[in-house]
DNA sequence: TTGAAAGCGCTAACAT
DNA sequence: ATGTTAGCGCTTTCAA
C-alpha cells in the first residue's frame, strides 16, 4: 500500500531511506552503521556520533522487516484472547503492550471469539508472522493447535495451566492468598459456617483452591463441615445443583464460598428461587471476577486476579523462556489476587454485628447500603 | 526467540520451512511455488496442483517477514488509540481486526494513555513496522506526529476530520441522522420545546450537528427558540455555564439537546443542584455515548455511532487511498449512528401523555411506549 | 508456461 | 576497530 512501488529500475523517487543512506551521510560503512545501531561496544566513539548524527539528521528508521529476516527475530509476540469487548480482556492487552513495548515487542492479538475457525485462523496468523511467543489467555483452545505452535518451537504461557512441555509454561495464580483474603472477608464480618463449592476435582486449579479453603478456615480457627462442601463443576448448572443439595441440609451455613463466578452465581439463583435473600439470609462469594459477576443481583461478591501481573507475568515468562533462562530451574511467575467486595456478602443472620439485616456500610465503591 | 540461531553452517536441524523445500517436494522451481502463492493465472493447473499438495503435506506458511521485504507490503495497519480500557475502544478494535483479518492484514495497536510521549512512541512503532496507513482514531495527536506519518507517504484517516491531504481522508459521521434520531425521539415523547447547547462553532462537527438539529426541528414543525439555543464549548464547564444561563430563563423548554455527552452531563449537574429532576422536569439528551453517560445520574439517554461502521469505514478509507482509488473522486465513508434510550428523557412535565411523571415504560432498550 | 537469478534492507562471518 | 560480502526467504524480472 504505502507508496506505489514502480518496477524496478527507476529507483523510484520516493523509496525509504536505508542503511546505506546512513553510511554515506555519515562515511562510514554500511557495517559500521548496523554495528552502532545495534550497541555493538567495539565501535569507535566518534564514529558511533557521526552515525547517530546522520540517523537523526535523516531521520531514518531501520527497516524492521529486514531486520527480521536476517536475525530471525520478529519482536513479535502473540496474545491469544476469547474477546476483546469481555472487559477481562482491554485491562490485559493494556499491562501487556505496556510491558511488551517498554522491550522493543510489538503484540499480535488473536480474538477466538469463540469461533474453532477464528482461534486456528489467529494461531495461523501467529506462526505466519513469525510470532517469538504466544501468551494463550483464554481456555478451550484446542489441542492440535497448540501442537502446531509447538511443533514450531514456539514459546507459549498459559494461564493457569497448559499442556506440558520445554517451552511451555503455566502462570501461577495465587489462589491460597486469593481464597483467604475472601475467607478472612467473611470472617470479619462474623461467619463462622462456611461452606463451599469446589470445581471439578481433576483440575488442578480446582484442587488448589479448594486446598487454599480448607487451611483458610484453618487460620481462622473454624474446623471445616463436611456436609458444608460440595464438588461443582464450575458451570453454572454445577452451581444449582450442589445449592439444592445444600439447602436440603438441616442446618444451613450462613456464608458459602465458590470455586468460581459461574458456581456462585447458579448457586445464587437457586438461593433466590427458594426464597432466600443474599446477603441477608446467606453470603456468598466467587472467584474470578468475571464480567457478568457485576451484573447479578445482588451484585457478586469475588475474588480477582490482576490484570496486570497476568500481563507481565505473561511477558516476563515467554521472554525467560526463549532467552533459555540459563540460571538454574525456571522461574515461577506468580499472579496476584485482590478482594472485590460487592453486595452478595454481609453480616450473618443472627450475628450482634448486624444492624439489623444487610450488608454493613463500608468505605469507598465496596458495597454500602443503608439499612 | 523463536529458536536459538546456531552460527550459520550447520542449517540448524529445525529450521524454518521455506519455499525451497516446498519447490524441493513438489518438483517445481521456486518461482512457480511462488507464482502458485500468489494465484498468478498462468501456472498450470497441474503444477499449481502439485505445488498446493507439496503446501499441505508439509504443512508450509510463507514467511510474512521475506514477503514484506520484497514487495514493500506488511499488510499491517496501525490503529491509534487513546486507551483501550475505555469501552468505546475495545468495540471498534474487534470491528476493525474482523475486517482487517478477513482482507489478510493485521493491526498494530498503539495506545497513547493520554501521554505525549506514548503517542509519539506509538507512531514511531508504526513507521518503524512500515504499517500501510494508520487509522487515527482519538483526538489531539500532535501536528508534528501526523506530519512524521504524512511525509513518509503513510495513509491516513480520522474520525469526523483531520488536516488534509493527499492520502488523508476523514471519516463523516453521520451527524443529521443522529441529531433527528434524538429530536424525534422527544418529539414522539411530546416534547415541543426544544433547547439545544452546541460545540464550539468553529469546529466543523459541531457545526454540522447544530444544522442538523435546525433542520430536524423544522421536520416536526417546531419553530426553534433561539433563546434556548447556546453555545457551549464540549466541555462539561460549558454545559453547566449554558445550563446556568439557560435556567435563568423566564420560560424553559421541557428537553434540552446537547452537541455532546460532556455537556449534556455538565448540564445535568446543573439541573441537579438546582433541584430539577431529570427527565420528570426536563428531559436531556447527549451525543456520543461516551462510557460515563451509563454511570450518571439518571443514565443519560444519547447517540451514539456505529463502532462497527467506524471500523469497517477506516479500513475500506485507507485501502482505498492505497490503493490510490483509480475511480474519480474519492468515496465518502459514512458512520450511522443509533440512539440510546436511557432515562434521561421522559414524557414532557405537563403532557397528557404522562402517566405520572418520569420516564415511560420501555421494552429493550429502544424507545417505544404504550401511550 | 517455467526456471534462473537478481535483489529487498539488513546482520554477522570473515578478512583486514 | 572497520569494511566486504554472503545470505535471510521471498518476488519478479528476464530469458528460454
Redesign the pocket.
Known amino acids: 500500500m504505502a507508496i506505489k512501488?514502480r518496477?524496478?529500475?527507476p529507483?523510484s523517487e520516493n523509496?525509504?531511506?536505508?542503511?546505506?543512506?546512513?553510511?554515506k551521510h555519515a562515511?562510514?560503512?554500511?557495517?559500521?552503521?548496523?554495528?552502532t545501531?545495534?550497541r555493538?561496544?567495539?565501535?569507535?566513539?566518534?564514529?558511533?556520533d557521526r552515525v547517530w548524527l546522520a540517523i537523526s539528521e535523516l531521520n531514518?528508521?531501520?527497516?524492521?522487516?529486514?531486520?527480521a529476516?536476517?536475525?530471525?527475530?520478529t519482536r513479535l509476540l502473540g496474545l491469544l484472547i476469547s474477546e476483546i469487548t469481555n472487559p477481562f480482556f482491554p485491562e490485559l492487552i493494556r499491562g501487556f503492550e505496556d510491558i511488551a513495548v517498554e522491550n522493543g515487542y510489538e503484540i499480535l492479538i488473536g480474538s477466538t471469539n469463540y469461533h474453532p475457525e477464528r482461534m486456528s485462523l489467529a494461531v495461523r496468523r501467529m506462526i505466519e508472522r513469525n510470532v517469538e511467543g504466544v501468551a494463550v489467555m483464554t481456555f478451550g483452545v484446542e489441542q492440535p493447535l497448540l501442537e502446531e505452535l509447538a511443533s514450531r518451537h514456539v514459546p507459549m504461557v498459559f494461564v493457569d495451566s497448559g499442556p506440558p512441555g520445554d517451552l511451555v509454561r503455566p502462570l501461577l495464580v495465587d489462589y491460597r492468598k486469593g481464597i483467604q483474603q475472601g475467607v478472612q472477608h467473611l470472617a470479619v464480618l462474623g461467619h463462622r459456617k462456611l461452606g463451599y463449592i469446589s470445581g471439578p476435582s481433576q483440575q488442578r486449579s480446582s484442587q488448589l483452591r479448594t486446598a487454599a479453603f480448607l487451611e483458610s478456615l484453618e487460620q481462622i480457627g473454624v474446623t471445616p463441615n463436611p456436609e458444608w462442601i460440595f464438588e461443582g463443576d464450575h458451570t453454572l448448572e454445577g452451581g444449582m445443583r450442589c445449592m439444592e443439595q445444600l439447602l436440603a441440609l438441616p442446618e444451613l451455613p450462613t456464608a458459602i464460598m465458590c470455586s468460581n463466578d459461574m458456581t456462585a452465581i447458579g448457586g445464587l439463583r437457586v438461593l433466590t428461587r427458594a426464597g432466600l435473600r443474599v446477603p441477608e439470609d446467606i453470603s456468598l462469594i466467587g472467584f474470578d471476577d468475571i464480567h457478568l459477576a457485576e451484573f447479578v443481583n445482588p451484585p457478586l461478591t469475588t475474588v480477582r486476579m490482576s490484570r496486570n501481573d497476568l500481563a507481565r507475568s505473561a511477558f516476563g515468562a515467554l521472554r525467560a523462556i526463549a532467552e533459555q533462562e540459563q540460571g538454574g530451574h525456571p522461574r515461577e511467575w506468580k499472579v496476584t489476587t485482590s478482594l472485590v467486595v460487592r453486595q452478595s456478602t454481609g453480616y450473618p443472620r443472627d450475628s450482634a454485628l448486624a444492624p439489623a439485616a444487610g450488608t454493613p456500610s463500608t468505605k469507598k465503591k465496596k458495597s454500602s447500603k443503608k439499612v
Do not use: M, W
Open positions: 512501488k518496477p524496478r529500475q529507483k523509496r525509504r531511506l536505508d542503511i546505506r543512506d546512513v553510511a562515511k562510514v560503512s554500511i557495517a559500521t552503521v548496523s554495528r545501531i545495534n555493538v561496544p567495539t565501535v569507535d566513539k566518534e564514529l558511533a531514518y528508521f531501520p527497516n524492521t522487516q529486514a531486520r529476516l536476517v536475525s530471525g527475530r
